[in-house]
């Protein structure tokens, strides 16, 4: 576990010293009643037609709405689908906006949260298999659906999982660097001597593309985060941020120009959105790329100074995954199998902050919206 940040204990940055019984849940049924259970193995489930899911009641909510639900249709793969037993699924932060209704979900998008799992191959749809097989143990990424016991996924958006790989961590990847390496070599164009800021540092996103910028040849690699531990897990050796600037405590822009003597960083990958946006202007280096990927701190830019924008010639992109078609989505699919040798020898790590039984569904949303993580929260389905 990570250690708690303290007044003794302030961090500013650190150079990294490597190279660039079962819980018993509350659940409603049908009429709206509520009933305790400790069956994670539901009549519904044994009949083949039904199985149990995350729902949130009334449709969109709180983290207190979200139950467990044992009725939900269990999906039928359509051709060139299968249907997978979800053995774990990751959490993220574009789930408590859809919760919320504040999400704008794709079409193909089943009511269900979830974009990421990992499971067993059950059966399949008529149609390309993509060399699969029923027993094959797989993990990946999809439109919706992966808060529940089945999912129904386009059998191109599979990934084989190794054996060394635990369900747990591999429910971890897909969104998470997926989502990096669109960021970093489809939009920004990485490029080998140059620079970057990652904020959130300790996202499973900006752990993932940190790891990924080193392998790219960056220079050096900054980073932004909200603790002290959060900031020491960053330039670990698992990770490998050259500089990690606490920003509860600390200016990010003055340390990065105090750092790069005056120019500033060549890519900036953000998430925290109107807060930030007048401050990534003035780290940016001339010809700087900035992509956008999130609005934590809000839409709004409070009175910005557009000067720099032009001075500098920065570029600034907002982008999604979730909304790409299926087409982009498999060349990132692709680039996500070239690195599973490296999860294997040891020169990318999947970083955990902590695994629950997906009946903790409540607190699990709690930490998020807390971003008490240090990387990604996985739930297992028990």
């Known amino acids: 576990m990570l250690g708690t940040d303290s007044s003794r204990d302030q ?11 079962k819980p018993s849940f509350d659940v409603w049924v049908n009429n709206g009643t509520k009933s305790t259970s400790t069956n ?3 009549n519904s489930v044994n009949m083949g037609r039904e199985m149990r899911a995350i729902d949130i009641r009334g449709g969109a909510g709180e983290k207190e709405d979200l139950f467990m639900n044992p009725h939900v249709l269990k999906p039928v793969p359509a051709p060139g689908q299968a249907l997978v037993r979800v053995a774990a699924f990751g959490i993220n932060r574009m789930d408590i906006s859809q919760r919320r209704g504040g999400y704008p979900v794709p079409p193909q998008a089943p009511k269900t949260l979830g974009v ?27 439109y919706g659906g992966a808060y529940a016991e089945y999912v129904a996924v386009s059998t191109g958006m599979l990934l084989r999982k190794p054996p060394s790989l635990p369900f747990e961590k ?84 003055e340390v990065i120009k105090e750092k790069t ?18 401050r990534n202007l003035e780290v940016a280096a001339r010809d700087c790329r900035i992509v956008m990927l999130g609005r934590m701190g809000g839409m709004k830019v409070p009175e910005a100074d557009l000067a720099p924008l032009l001075l500098k010639r920065i570029r600034v992109e907002g982008s999604t995954l979730r909304s790409r078609d299926e087409e982009y989505q498999k060349q990132l699919r692709n ?20 695994t629950h039984s997906w009946s903790k569904i409540q607190e699990v949303h709690r930490q998020i919206e807390q ?7 996985v739930c297992v389905v028990d």
């Open 11 to 21: 961090y500013r940055y650190r150079k990294s010293s490597g190279p660039l019984k």
């Open 40 to 42: 994670t193995n539901s």
């Open 116 to 142: 990421e799992f990992s499971g067993t191959i059950e059966s399949f749809g008529d149609g390309e298999r993509e060399g699969f097989s029923e027993g094959d143990e797989v993990f990946g990424l999809v």
């Open 170 to 253: 591999a429910a971890a990847i897909p969104e998470a660097w997926m989502t990096a390496t669109q960021a970093l070599h489809l939009v920004l164009d990485f490029q080998p001597g140059k620079t970057i800021l990652w904020h959130a540092g300790a996202s499973g996103v900006s752990t993932a593309g940190i790891q990924l910028a080193r392998a790219a040849g960056a220079s050096m690699i900054f980073a932004t985060a909200g603790s002290a531990a959060k900031c020491e897990l960053v330039c670990g050796e698992r990770v490998g941020a050259t500089t990690a600037v606490n920003y509860k405590t600390e200016d990010f822009v």
């Open 261 to 278: 003597n005056g120019k500033g960083v060549d890519y900036i990958v953000d998430y925290v959105g109107g807060p930030y946006f007048q």
């Open 335 to 354: 680039r996500v199998e070239s690195y599973l040798p490296h999860f294997d020898a040891g020169r990318f790590h999947v970083i955990l902050h902590e």
């Open 371 to 377: 971003s008490e993580n240090a990387g990604k929260i």
